[in-house]
C-alpha cells in the first residue's frame, strides 16, 4: 500500500465514523474511534483493483446488520469495496450501527446520566432527580440510537427529514425492565409523525418479515397512504 492509497483511507475513515488512524501493518489502515467501539482494517484485494474491509465489533449483531445492508459486497473474511463509495458507505454503517447497537449506547447513556447527576445541585431528593436524568438522557439517547440505526430516514417511508421523526417504542418506555431494553433498537422503528400516532394507538403493526398491517378501523385512504415503501 502505498503513501497516497493509505492517505486516501484514512481521509475516508475520518470522515465516515473512524476519526483515528492507528499504527500497526504497513500494508494495512486501521481504524477507531472515540464515539464507539467497532474497529476497522481495510486492506488492498490481491490481484484485482479493490479493497477489503474487516470489522471487529463488541456487539455480535453489528456483522449480521452489516451483511444484511451490504449483501453484495460480502466477501469470505470482510466486505469488498470496488470503489471510494463504497468503501465511505460501509465505513458509515459500521459506525451507525456501532454507536446504535445496544451494548454501545446503554455504555454512552451511563456515561451521560452520571456527568449531568454530577453537575445538578437543586433541591429535588436524590431518588427523583437520579429519575427525571435517567428518562430525559435515555428517550435522547434512544432516539440518537434511532436515527443512526436507521439511516436518519423513516422505516417505513424513507422520509429522511429528521426533525418530522419519531422514535416508536414497540414495548413501552415505562413497561420495559431495565435501561438496556428501553435503549434497545430493535425495541421500535423510527417513524414519520403520522405513523408513530398509528403505531402508538394500536391501529398498525408489523409481522416477523416487516410487512406493515392495518388495523380495520384505518380507512381504505389511510392505508394506502401509510402503505408507502422505502424505495
Not at 180 to 188: K, M, Q, T
Request: aromatic content about 6%.
Amino acid at each position: 500500500m502505498n503513501p497516497l492509497q493509505r492517505a486516501l483511507i484514512e481521509k475516508l475513515g475520518h470522515d465516515h465514523g473512524f476519526e483515528h488512524a492507528l499504527p500497526g501493518d504497513p500494508h494495512t489502515v486501521a481504524l477507531a474511534s472515540a464515539r464507539h467501539s467497532a474497529r476497522a482494517e481495510v486492506t488492498l484485494l490481491p490481484g484485482v483493483e479493490g479493497l477489503l474491509l474487516t470489522v471487529e465489533a463488541a456487539t455480535p449483531a453489528l456483522l449480521p446488520e452489516m451483511r444484511q445492508t451490504f449483501p453484495s459486497l460480502c466477501a469470505a473474511a470482510g466486505f469488498a469495496a470496488s470503489t471510494e463509495a463504497e468503501l465511505a458507505a460501509l465505513l458509515r454503517r459500521a459506525a451507525s450501527l456501532a454507536r446504535a447497537l445496544p451494548s454501545q449506547a446503554a455504555k454512552d447513556f451511563e456515561s451521560e446520566v452520571s456527568r449531568q447527576l454530577g453537575e445538578l445541585t437543586n433541591g429535588l431528593g436524590d431518588t427523583e432527580v437520579e429519575r427525571l436524568v435517567r428518562q430525559r438522557v435515555g428517550q435522547q439517547k434512544y432516539r440518537s440510537a434511532m436515527l443512526d440505526y436507521w439511516g436518519g430516514a423513516c422505516a417505513v417511508t424513507g422520509l429522511a427529514l429528521p426533525e418530522l421523526l419519531r422514535a416508536s417504542h414497540a414495548k413501552p418506555w415505562a413497561e420495559c425492565s431495565s435501561d438496556a431494553e428501553r435503549l434497545d433498537v430493535f425495541n421500535g422503528f423510527l417513524l414519520v409523525a403520522n405513523l408513530d400516532a398509528l403505531f402508538d394507538g394500536f391501529l398498525v403493526s408489523f409481522d416477523d418479515a416487516g410487512v406493515m398491517l392495518c388495523h380495520h378501523a384505518c380507512q381504505p385512504t389511510t392505508r394506502t397512504a401509510s402503505a408507502c415503501s422505502r424505495a
